[in-house]
């Protein structure tokens, strides 16, 4: 059986959602607008929101598309329903790569004249970034890798699985469901690899 190597495990993500729930409570005691960017930040959305009980939390959506090299632009395909004029707004992503589609969001939303506007994110892959912006709430920062799970994921496999792994992205772009069996058949995440201690921060 082929198997992914688990880089973030379900006790690490408990405590980077605790940890930045409480960053966002004591930035933001007169409440706070949680924006998730779909698809893949709704697992991690659904935890962090569960996770902040001090304040007054608003969660909406939107969704754009990815960003096109060819013409530099990204559409809004699901915009929100909430007016954050005024308001704290955090965006909330699954991972922070090149930036560019962010910058576009962050951008929009900016327009909107919300009081502040910040980012925050699972993981940062800041080793790929194109466009300088800064990701106020972070979890774990990781290298070049392709992670899937907990809300990652290829072609809409592996989204709920609980933990964040690292796979090949050769093996997966040939066989989208390589790791299928591996991170399916068992009721718990793997173990860590020796000297993987699950964070990668």
Same mark, same amino acid.
């Given at each position: 059986?082929?198997?992914?190597?688990?880089?973030?495990?379900?006790?690490?993500?408990?405590?980077?959602?605790?940890?930045?729930?409480?960053?966002?409570?004591?930035?933001?005691?007169?409440?706070?607008?949680?924006?998730?960017?779909?698809?893949?930040?709704?697992?991690?959305?659904?935890?962090?929101?569960?996770?902040?009980?001090?304040?007054?939390?608003?969660?909406?959506?939107?969704?754009?598309? *990815?960003?096109? @090299?060819?013409?530099? =632009?990204? /559409?809004?395909?699901?915009?929100? #329903? $909430?007016? !954050?004029? +005024?308001?704290?707004?955090?965006?909330?992503?699954?991972?922070?790569?090149?930036?560019?589609?962010?910058?576009?969001?962050?951008?929009?939303?900016?327009?909107?004249?919300?009081?502040?506007?910040?980012?925050?994110?699972?993981?940062?892959?800041?080793?790929? *970034?194109?466009? @300088?912006?800064?990701? =106020?709430? /972070?979890?774990?920062?990781?290298? #070049? $890798?392709? !992670?899937? +799970?907990?809300?990652?994921?290829?072609?809409?496999?592996?989204?709920?699985?609980?933990?964040?792994?690292?796979?090949?992205?050769?093996?997966?772009?040939?066989?989208?469901?390589?790791?299928?069996?591996?991170?399916?058949?068992?009721?718990?995440?793997?173990?860590?690899?020796?000297?993987?201690?699950?964070?990668?921060?």
């Amino acid at each position: 059986m082929v198997r992914p190597v688990v880089l973030l495990d379900r006790t690490t993500i408990a405590q980077h959602v605790a940890r930045i729930a409480g960053e966002i409570t004591t930035d933001h005691p007169d409440g706070v607008v949680l924006v998730g960017v779909l698809k893949g930040a709704l697992v991690f959305l659904a935890d962090l929101a569960r996770a902040i009980t001090d304040v007054d939390v608003v969660v909406d959506f939107i969704a754009i598309s *990815r960003y096109a @090299p060819d013409s530099g =632009r990204v /559409r809004i395909l699901k915009d929100l #329903d $909430v007016d !954050v004029a +005024g308001r704290d707004v955090v965006v909330v992503e699954d991972i922070v790569d090149t930036g560019l589609t962010l910058a576009y969001l962050l951008g929009e939303l900016a327009e909107r004249s919300p009081r502040r506007l910040e980012v925050c994110a699972l993981l940062d892959r800041s080793v790929r *970034r194109i466009v @300088p912006l800064e990701v =106020r709430y /972070r979890g774990a920062e990781i290298g #070049d $890798v392709f !992670v899937l +799970g907990y809300g990652l994921h290829h072609r809409d496999l592996y989204r709920n699985v609980p933990y964040v792994v690292e796979g090949d992205r050769e093996l997966v772009l040939r066989e989208p469901e390589a790791y299928l069996r591996a991170v399916y058949g068992a009721a718990a995440a793997p173990e860590p690899a020796d000297g993987d201690e699950g964070g990668g921060c």
